[in-house]
């Protein structure tokens, strides 16, 4: 039985399809059964579980049975990570996938990569075999723009002529369920990237043209501004520190590095940004 956690978020979403077109037996971990309604879990042979990684005691009876994690640890700090191995550890789990980040590569490692570090820690500490995915930039990412355009047409840019190469965590899922269902997968740490490098204002006008409408960018003139380009409705301190660090990095352009993970693992390109594009326009056609 594979449990799945963050089923409801951006790589979740998009590993349950990935699953529920497999044979493979699977059980999501949800907080709020209504955010799950619309999760294909083919009755037989998936199950929902109501549970809350900030809540230990009702991790037990959600991870029995389970023997492959996908671990997803939203936020910043380690308990979730804590709580999670250790129900893993008592439902004698044998396989944990979990999402970590690009970050923990940098040298000197910044701060985004530090709380992904540890947590990575922790779990090779407790002896369960893992698969690391360390995705860097998420093309989904993008709809935090959706605030600024939607009031004022324009996006924030806070990394002005610095590239990155964003992932569709599509892919990122779709790697999730290879490394769950596959065989070698184990001990493995995977750089996940897309193959396009892109500035902010060269993916903002693939945007502007799969919306059919026109968007500005405007340079960030304060760290505020900076932490909003990523957190429209603000982000406790700590994070907001490691945002704007982040982006100054992008902007020094340390980020524009391409990697053929996707590729070698699963046999094809990673899809594209304009695919991406395409595929959400509606969210950016409206205000
Ligand atoms: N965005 C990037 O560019 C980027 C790059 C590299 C790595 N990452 C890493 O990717 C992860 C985020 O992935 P994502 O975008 O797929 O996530 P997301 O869309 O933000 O979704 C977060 C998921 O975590 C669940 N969740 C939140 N708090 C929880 C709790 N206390 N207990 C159980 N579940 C909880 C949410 O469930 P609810 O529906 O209940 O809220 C949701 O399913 C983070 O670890 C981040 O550091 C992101």
Redesign the pocket.
């Known amino acids: 039985m594979i449990l799945v956690?963050?089923?409801?978020?951006?790589?979740?979403?998009e590993l349950v399809r990935e699953l529920a077109a497999t044979g493979a037996p699977f059980r999501v971990?949800?907080?709020?059964p209504a955010?799950?309604a619309t999760l294909p879990t083919p009755p037989g042979r998936a199950e929902r579980v109501v549970?809350?990684?900030?809540?230990p005691a009702t991790l037990t009876p959600a991870f029995a049975g389970a023997d492959r994690l996908f671990l997803?640890?939203?936020?910043i700090g380690l308990d979730?990570t804590r709580n999670a191995v250790a129900a893993a550890l008592a439902a004698g789990a044998r396989h944990i996938v979990h999402?970590?980040?690009?970050?923990v590569l940098g040298d000197p490692m910044p701060a985004?990569g530090r709380?992904?570090h540890e947590r990575e820690e922790l779990i090779r500490a407790s002896g369960i075999p893992a698969t690391f995915l360390?995705?860097?930039?998420?093309m989904?990412?993008a709809f935090d723009w959706l605030p600024t355009i939607r009031q004022a047409g324009y996006v924030l840019d806070p990394s002005g002529p610095g590239r990155y190469a964003?992932i569709d965590?599509a892919d990122i899922a779709a790697v999730a369920a290879l490394a769950l269902t596959g065989d070698g997968h184990r001990g493995q740490q995977y750089v996940l990237t897309g193959e396009e490098l892109f500035t902010v204002t060269e993916q903002v006008g693939i945007l502007a043209a799969a919306a059919g409408r026109d968007i500005a960018v405007r340079e960030v003139t304060t760290a505020e501004e900076a932490v909003a380009s990523r957190f429209p409705h603000g982000a406790p301190p700590a994070l907001a520190e490691a945002i704007v660090e982040g982006f100054h990095l992008m902007r020094a352009d340390t980020a524009g590095f391409r990697t053929d993970t996707v590729r070698r693992l699963l046999g094809r390109g990673p899809r594209t940004f304009a695919a991406w594009c395409a595929r959400n326009a509606d969210a950016f056609r409206t205000g």
């Open positions: 956690t963050g089923a409801t978020g951006n790589v979740g979403r971990l949800v907080r709020d955010r799950a549970a809350d990684l900030d809540d997803l640890t939203p936020g979730h999402l970590s980040s690009f970050n985004m709380w992904h360390r995705p860097g930039g998420f989904t990412n964003p965590p």
